[in-house]
T-cell receptor
Framework: AQKVTQAQTEISVVEKEDVTLDCVYETRDTTYYLFWYKQPPSGELVFLIRRNSFDEQNEISGRYSWNFQKSTSSFNFTITASQVVDSAVYFC??????????????FGKGTKLSVKP | DAGVIQSPRHEVTEMGQEVTLRCKPI?????LFWYRQTMMRGLELLIY????????DSGMPEDRFSAKMPNASFSTLKIQPSEPRDSAVYFCASSLTGAARITFFGQGTRLTVV
């Protein structure tokens, strides 16, 4: 079965603090893709990053970085020097690929991040 | 480039009424998805179209829900009759086919059934 777990329901930090959002996934497949989406208070879902299961290199984009570790089935997201505008709900998601078939996005429950000034 | 466009953004209706949500996917995308978001259940896939054909509707809650995609640039999700428990945010999303696809979401329709 495929599953995405975001154990942190809510996190609150003060501006400029670093914060890490955890994501643990389950899949039987060797080929899969992991995603992070951001949902700001305005409600839309914004794509942030996609990683495939064969690429474990960490990625950095400005203040955002992602740590993918297959050994622990984790794909964690770190925001460095958080800002109030980072306040949002963040979703981790998975797409699996097996035997020529593919699934659709399976989302975690999301982590609500509040960054206070 | 225009993203996924949904209408209306907000809908308030009375129980028993028919509700139709509309979606225009990103031009060139051949996969379209309808998701529902609630506090209790999070983001759930309702139905998935590929090349205008429904591929997986196992997430459609019951017969009151139906979805159509008459052409590559338009889809509807209809609820008839609506019930208070249908209150949620409904997202339409589109992508190119393929496991590596990035799915782009519309801004959602917030439905309130009173």
């Amino acid at each position: 079965a495929q599953k995405v777990t975001q154990a942190q329901t809510e996190i609150s930090v003060v501006e400029k603090e670093d914060v890490t959002l955890d994501c643990v996934y389950e899949t039987r497949d060797t080929t899969y893709y992991l995603f992070w989406y951001k949902q700001p208070p305005s409600g839309e879902l914004v794509f942030l990053i996609r990683r495939n299961s064969f690429d474990e290199q960490n990625e950095i984009s400005g203040r955002y970085s992602w740590n993918f570790q297959k050994s622990t089935s984790s794909f964690n997201f770190t925001i460095t020097a958080s800002q109030v505008v980072d306040s949002a709900v963040y979703f981790c998601a998975l797409i699996w690929w097996y035997g020529g078939s593919q699934g659709n996005l399976i989302f975690g429950k999301g982590t609500k991040l509040s960054v206070k000034p | 480039d225009a993203g996924v466009i949904q209408s209306p953004r907000h809908e308030v209706t009375e129980m028993g009424q028919e509700v139709t949500l509309r979606c225009k996917p990103i031009s060139g995308h051949n996969s379209l998805f309808w998701y529902r978001q609630t506090m209790m259940r999070g983001l759930e896939l309702l139905i998935y179209f590929n090349n205008n054909v429904p591929i997986d509707d196992s997430g459609m809650p019951e017969d009151r829900f139906s979805a159509k995609m008459p052409n590559a640039s338009f889809s509807t999700l209809k609820i008839q009759p609506s019930e208070p428990r249908d209150s949620a945010v409904y997202f339409c999303a589109s992508s190119l086919t393929g496991a590596a696809r990035i799915t782009f979401f519309g801004q959602g329709t917030r439905l309130t059934v009173v």
